[in-house]
T-cell receptor, first 116, second 115 residues
Framework: DTGVSQNPRHKITKRGQNVTFRCDPISEHNRLYWYRQTLGQGPEFLTYFQNEAQLEKSRLLSDRFSAERPKGSFSTLEIQRTEQGDSAMYLC??????????????FGPGTRLTVT | AQKVTQAQTEISVVEKEDVTLDCVYETRDTTYYLFWYKQPPSGELVFLIRRNSFDEQNEISGRYSWNFQKSTSSFNFTITASQVVDSAVYFCALTDLGSSYKLIFGSGTRLLVRP
């Protein structure tokens, strides 16, 4: 069990460019979450996958954001036409669907995005 | 609406002091889960504890203890004999028992333990 991994760890991009982040959850974890954390704040929920199905999206997730989990394993989060307000830490978490730990989310190290 | 409030923005203590981090929550659910996470300077959120709403027994794990009181909607976290390695931002969170079980986080308390 290697934990949740995220790539890249840091991304600097110019306003208007597209970026894509990847999350590899703990194997056999059916649930996968994306959160966004800005400086001095707690993480805020963006979207949720159960296996390959995207079942919930926050109103924070504008049309410029899209997330996928094509085979129910890794997930990608893409931001199109980035804006300076998108600068934040993007966190991925996974959780098992059943069992004693089914409500516990385990987080990856995050991808820090800076939009210049 | 569900909400988690951590009123203490930053706490500074000297090593070996005890420190309590406060967490107050709001929910209309009768069943819910509460969590504490630690975020050290490296940035990764580390799971510390989960508490079920129907279990009000307090819990101790080494130097860490948690006091859950439904009557006051509080879930406070105490570190006994603090150490420099405890310096981090600590987040309290509440599970939204909708379809996703997403976490609702407080704004965090930054703990600085000075040698």
């Amino acid at each position: 069990d290697t934990g949740v991994s995220q790539n890249p760890r840091h991304k600097i991009t110019k306003r208007g460019q597209n970026v894509t982040f990847r999350c590899d959850p703990i194997s056999e974890h059916n649930r996968l979450y994306w959160y966004r954390q800005t400086l001095g704040q707690g993480p805020e929920f963006l979207t949720y996958f159960q296996n390959e199905a995207q079942l919930e999206k926050s109103r924070l997730l504008s049309d410029r954001f899209s997330a996928e989990r094509p085979k129910g394993s890794f997930s990608t989060l893409e931001i199109q036409r980035t804006e300076q307000g998108d600068s934040a830490m993007y966190l991925c978490a996974s959780s098992p669907y059943t069992g004693r730990s089914s409500y516990e989310q385990y987080f990856g190290p995050g991808t820090r995005l800076t939009v210049t | 609406a569900q909400k988690v409030t951590q009123a203490q923005t930053e706490i500074s203590v000297v090593e070996k002091e005890d420190v309590t981090l406060d967490c107050v929550y709001e929910t209309r659910d009768t069943t819910y889960y509460l969590f504490w996470y630690k975020q050290p300077p490296s940035g990764e959120l580390v799971f510390l504890i989960r508490r079920n709403s129907f279990d009000e027994q307090n819990e101790i794990s080494g130097r860490y203890s948690w006091n859950f009181q439904k009557s006051t909607s509080s879930f406070n976290f105490t570190i006994t004999a603090s150490q420099v390695v405890d310096s981090a931002v600590y987040f309290c969170a509440l599970t939204d028992l909708g379809s996703s079980y997403k976490l609702i986080f407080g704004s965090g308390t930054r703990l600085l333990v000075r040698p």
